[in-house]
DNA sequence: AACCGCTGCTTGATTGGTCAAGCAAATATG
DNA sequence: CATATTTGCTTGACCAATCAAGCAGCGGTT
């Protein structure tokens, strides 16, 4: 990368190329579709549903904006923009933080409860038809790890 | 999905948790991760680059907006913003459709064509590097059918 | 105990995309 | 052949994300 002057690098191969074109492809249209589908059935888009859905993995469903933006793969000031638009839907409630006053949880509420609730099997058939499906024969274990590994590599030069 | 009253659907394995997990991560990251890549090494975001490469895959580098925002998985306004930004930059030009006079056609100028020569190196890198290398154990070609499959399915129900 | 830099979060400005409405050319219809 | 409908693309309004700047509270230094 740091050597763009070595000329002519070794082209993909064409499996690789078909690989990389359909990578593409579903990284436009796989979140599109799913946050139609839930919009559709419970308007729940996606970046809020993965909002809620992690703070009711949480002990006492409450989590701070840093942890919660992380988990979410969000900036903080977007996570910040979600959870409002969750509090003025009565889904998430904002509290300041005890151990430190500059900070603050996001906590669920009965209501974000029971939404998630209510939300979760369009989530959970959407995400089935519009990506396991499709891998039936794999080793997913293998396929996870694979992924991980795209997602979190720092560059290597 | 209509039928979002059965109750309890069956709850994922741990391993398609961890693969739907994953994939969201690398759908949020890797599109940044490569366009980062990209801009930091030769100032092309990876929109751009993808009408550019599209173009110049055409016999005579020119394609109608249509079937470009097709192929680059992008609404017409989009494509349409894209091309304005392109043409701005001298790297592509826009003619009226001969045969249609409704239509235009995106063309890939000599200025587009050698910016597309200098970057694609960067963009492969990025890709291998990226994304690529983490999958060598793999069918690619099984896999590559798998996520065109992911990418078009249409709702089964 | 007064300061200084750091941290946690929000806010403002910008960006890159979407959908819906508009316009002009093409095509179908009475 | 006049008019209605459809098509191809652009434009306007909007939206959700980003980055950069701001602000308040924390903690270490002296």
Same mark, same amino acid.
Do not use: K
């Given at each position: %990368?740091?050597?763009p ?7 993909l ?5 078909s690989?990389?074109?359909?990578? +593409?492809?579903? %990284?436009?249209?796989?979140p ?5 589908? %839930? ?17 009711s993995?949480?002990?006492d469903?409450?989590?701070r ?6 988990l979410?793969h969000?900036?903080l000031s +977007? %996570?910040?923009?979600?959870?409002i638009?969750?509090?003025? /839907?009565?889904?998430v ?9 500059? +900070?603050?949880?996001a ?6 409860? !029971?939404?998630? /609730?209510?939300?979760?099997p369009?989530?959970?058939a *959407? ?5 396991? /499906?499709?891998?039936?024969?794999f080793?997913? !274990? /293998?396929l *996870?790890?694979?992924?991980? +590994? ?8």
């Amino acid at each position: %990368m740091s050597n763009p002057s070595a000329a002519t690098p070794q082209p993909l191969t064409s499996e690789e190329e078909s690989l990389v074109r359909a990578l +593409g492809q579903v %990284m436009h249209v796989l979140p599109r579709a799913i946050d139609a589908d %839930m919009v559709g059935d419970r308007q729940l888009p996606l970046t809020e549903y993965t909002a809620l859905m992690n703070l009711s993995e949480t002990p006492d469903r409450r989590m701070r904006m840093n942890e919660l933006a992380a988990l979410c793969h969000l900036s903080l000031s +977007g %996570m910040t923009r979600t959870i409002i638009r969750l509090e003025t /839907q009565g889904l998430v409630r904002r509290e300041r933080c005890e151990e430190d006053a500059r +900070g603050w949880n996001a906590v669920l509420t009965d209501a974000g409860y !029971a939404r998630l /609730q209510e939300s979760w099997p369009s989530h959970l058939a *959407a995400v089935r038809r519009r990506f396991l /499906q499709h891998f039936e024969g794999f080793d997913l !274990a /293998q396929l *996870a790890r694979a992924f991980q +590994g795209a997602g979190t590599a720092e560059p290597t030069d």
